[in-house]
């Protein structure tokens, strides 16, 4: 039976795609560009951007936080690609090389929320937006520690469970914000 977090779940995801098949359309996939340091540098500039309009109460920039949430997916999405296409030289790759990838990982991290959730009782609804940004702030400092540790790490999760932990807490804040309706 399909929940109703793993409904609105689906929806944040599938507009999160777009957009990406969208951009990849326009630009490409300039982003391969990027070392896996420089997306959490990305990440972290819109996560950072959030936190800042939550806490003056205003923004000077038109932009909604909903898309720093969105970007905040993708870029993580695009950082478990990268990971996954590190023995690829390619720069340029064609939508229909990446979309299995993207879907690959964005169904990994909802089996991973799926999990979390049935042992945790979806406390994240219960969560203040602002908390959960938070929490996506901390995630990207780990990101960066274990990034200067060369993705050595004695007892913690590596890079790809804090991407995808990261993911999941920007679904759940756009669930929040109404952005899967």
Known sequence: MKTQTASEYSQVI???K???KK?????G???RIFRL???TDQIFIKAQRIRSIQEKGAQKVDDPIEDDFVGIINYCLMALMQISLKDDPRMELPYSELEPLYDHWANATKSLLENKNHDYGEAW???RVS???DIILMKLYRVKQIEDNQG???VSEGIEANYQDMINYAVFCLIKLGYHA
Do not use: G, N, Q, V
């Open 125 to 127: 609804r219960d969560m």
């Open 29 to 31: 996939t300039a982003w």
């Open 131 to 133: 908390s959960m940004t």
């Open 14 to 16: 599938s507009h999160c």
């Open 18 to 20: 777009e957009l990406f």
């Open 152 to 154: 050595r790490t004695l």
């Open 37 to 39: 340091p420089s997306i």
């Open 23 to 27: 951009k990849t359309l326009d630009y």
